[in-house]
């Protein structure tokens, strides 16, 4: 087993090896009301000489270290700086006016180490007292708090013995960062200074009540305001129990140990999850400063790893094409849509013979489905430029050249690439405007198709009577009805088809010339458009791979590694600079804790 004064020395060198991060130690905090004698009783704790007897508040928290030695002279040293035992005063009251300046209170502590003879092995932490009435309380309550709160603290809670204890808030602190009361001592001061026996003896049974390693503890520091004195302190505390400065002085480093002995798991891993961060950093940052190449390949690694997906764009126009591609948002069907457009756009030219009018016609319906088709590429392309213009990651960790530099690059290929795009999508509209091979869908199944519309089916139905599939035969004077055999149904049948056929047929032949053509040309309006939809979504996504996945590809692959500029910003240096400091402090204090035993 370690003993308490090795594992001192060993919490001691985990606390001066750790320089660029804190960790929670523990240690013996010291709190209570203004003027209460916190820092008298340190004083003579400690050995060192606290501003009280000048008078003054303590305005910052005072971490004292002391250790034993068996042999003198005692050392005192703050920072690097060694003091004499009558300098420390002095010196203490400097830093403290020097930090607090226009503030009630400043919370960046004093260090001091002292070493010598008739020294404990302690970590004490003075801090300014509670007040009640002036400006500044939350501030000072707010410090407290915040170093009573470690399970690391043991709080030594000072009340003046004659008070009465339902006033002392330092109890209260005390009892809400230890509700089970299982690292607070309480001290009771100035047990030389009742109003009344009855004071006295109240002051006395808190103490006698209380019990075990934590009962409650009377000191006096100044007897009757003078300096202390072991025998004029015995005197004033004769009958009383658990009393005196140089007994608590001895119960102090068990109680201390056994913060420590707590403590050790949560420490070593305070330290394991600052090692760890500190070494993640180090695997982002690289150990070393990185030269262009490196810095450029990072950077490649980091904008790939960007998700850019445009698919959902490029399916919503797809989808739209398909829907409403024919007919855009009006309400019409298919097939009303363009017999309506035909008839609105169909002149009868003087100059063309009958049979080769339309060619017109069906351009200019070309013309119009495309223009219901330009606004879904046409958002489809704002889309695009909007992601392609979100695209580049929160560079960091490079100059501020460089990532200008970079972001220039990205916005001119941008442009370039955007240009294609639209280019092509002009043309691949362009395209389905006008179609050369008109007559092919005249003279091909659509026009037959499309002559035998629905009418015939009816004509065929309404043709079909009884005897079409049964004949009447009078038996008895009784008139019955006998099915036809099969080839006979079926040469009725075929009859009736001829003949709806014909009829159809020949009623289209009497419609003239310019209504036959009109017919002609909705069935090519609609079976180019089926058609052109198809090429114009190929196309559509064609061009988005082409241009703006591969486009994206050769400036991540190619491009951004000529950028210059490419050098480190000075935060990525220091902070590569701190985290392998931290990363060696915490190694250190790793090994350090473990050879607590
Ligand atoms: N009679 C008597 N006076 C004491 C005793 N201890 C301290 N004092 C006096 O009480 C006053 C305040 O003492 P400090 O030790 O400065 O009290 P503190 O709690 O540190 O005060 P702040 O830092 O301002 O909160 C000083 O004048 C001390 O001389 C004691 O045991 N008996
Ligand atoms: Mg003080």
Redesign the pocket.
């Known amino acids: 087993m370690t003993s308490f004064s090795d594992k001192l020395t060993i919490l001691e060198r985990v606390r001066s090896t750790c320089k660029s991060t804190q960790l929670t130690l523990p240690q013996i905090v010291v709190i209570?009301?203004?003027?209460?004698?916190?820092?008298?009783?340190l004083s003579e704790l400690s050995g060192i000489p606290?501003p009280?007897?000048a008078?003054i508040?303590?305005k910052c928290p005072i971490v004292v270290h002391t250790s034993k030695a068996t042999v003198g002279p005692n050392i005192y040293t703050i920072g690097e700086t060694t003091f004499k035992h009558s300098e420390l005063t002095k010196e203490i009251t400097l830093r403290q006016q020097k930090m607090v300046k226009d503030t009630k209170i400043s919370t960046t502590p004093i260090t001091i180490h002292a070493k010598g003879v008739g020294m404990e092995d302690l970590v004490l932490v003075?801090l300014?007292?509670i007040i009640h009435t002036n400006g500044g309380k939350d501030d000072v309550l707010q410090l407290i708090k915040q170093f009573i709160k470690p399970e690391q603290s043991l709080i030594l809670t000072?009340t003046e013995a004659t008070r009465d204890e339902e006033t002392a808030l330092a109890l209260q602190l005390a009892e809400d960062a230890d509700p089970s009361g299982e690292r607070t001592l309480r001290i009771l001061?100035?047990?030389?200074?009742f109003d009344s026996q009855a004071k006295r003896a109240e002051a006395i049974s808190i103490i006698q009540e209380g019990s075990g390693e934590l009962r409650p503890h009377a000191?006096?520091?100044?007897?009757?305001?003078n300096k202390y004195e072991s025998s004029s302190e015995l005197l004033h505390l004769n009958g009383v129990e658990h009393q005196g400065i140089q007994t608590l002085k001895g119960r102090l480093p068990t109680l201390l140990s056994k913060r420590i002995d707590v403590n050790l798991p949560e420490l070593k891993r305070q330290v394991r999850e600052k090692l760890q961060n500190a070494n993640e950093r180090i695997s982002e940052l690289g150990k070393n400063e990185l030269n262009t190449g490196q810095i450029l390949i990072r950077l490649q690694k980091v904008i790939n790893d960007v998700d850019f997906d445009l698919c959902g764009f490029t399916r919503t126009a797809a989808a739209t094409l398909r829907k409403h591609g024919m007919y855009g948002k009006s309400k019409k069907t298919n097939s009303t849509f363009v017999e309506d457009m035909v008839e609105d756009l169909y002149r009868h030219d003087l100059f063309t013979p009958p049979f080769f009018q339309g060619k017109e016609t069906f351009n200019k319906c070309l013309q119009q489905i495309v223009e219901i088709w330009t606004p879904i590429l046409q958002m489809l392309t704002k889309n695009i430029h909007k992601t392609l213009k979100e695209f580049l990651p929160e560079l960091t960790g490079i100059s501020r050249v460089l990532k200008s530099n970079i972001t220039d690059s990205w916005e001119t290929h941008c442009r370039t690439m955007m240009n294609e795009l639209e280019a092509r999508m002009t043309a691949a509209l362009k395209k389905e405007t006008k179609h050369s091979t008109m007559n092919h869908y005249l003279t091909a199944k659509y026009e037959n198709y499309f002559q035998y519309p629905s009418n015939v089916k009816q004509t065929i139905l309404s043709a079909v009577k009884k005897d079409t599939f049964a004949f009447s035969v009078e038996k008895n004077n009784e008139r019955k009805w006998k099915p036809r055999d099969l080839d006979s149904q079926k040469a009725f049948l075929s009859r009736i088809i001829d003949d709806a056929l014909e009829s159809y047929g020949s009623l289209f032949d009497k419609s003239n010339l310019e209504e036959q053509r009109k017919v002609m040309i909705v069935a090519t309006v609609k079976a180019n458009t089926t058609v052109s939809l198809k090429t114009l979504t190929d196309n559509m996504m064609a061009a988005v791979n082409e241009v703006i996945y591969d486009g994206k590809e050769h400036w991540i692959n190619t491009i951004l590694l000529f950028i210059e500029g490419a050098s480190e910003d000075e935060f990525t240096k220091s902070e590569r600079k701190k985290y392998l400091k931290i990363q060696k402090e915490m190694e250190e204090c790793a090994t350090l804790l473990n050879g607590i035993k």
């Open positions: 209570g009301d203004q003027s209460s004698g916190k820092s008298s009783l606290f009280e007897a008078k508040c303590t003075d300014p007292g000072i001061s100035k047990f030389d200074k000191v006096i520091c100044r007897p009757n305001g």
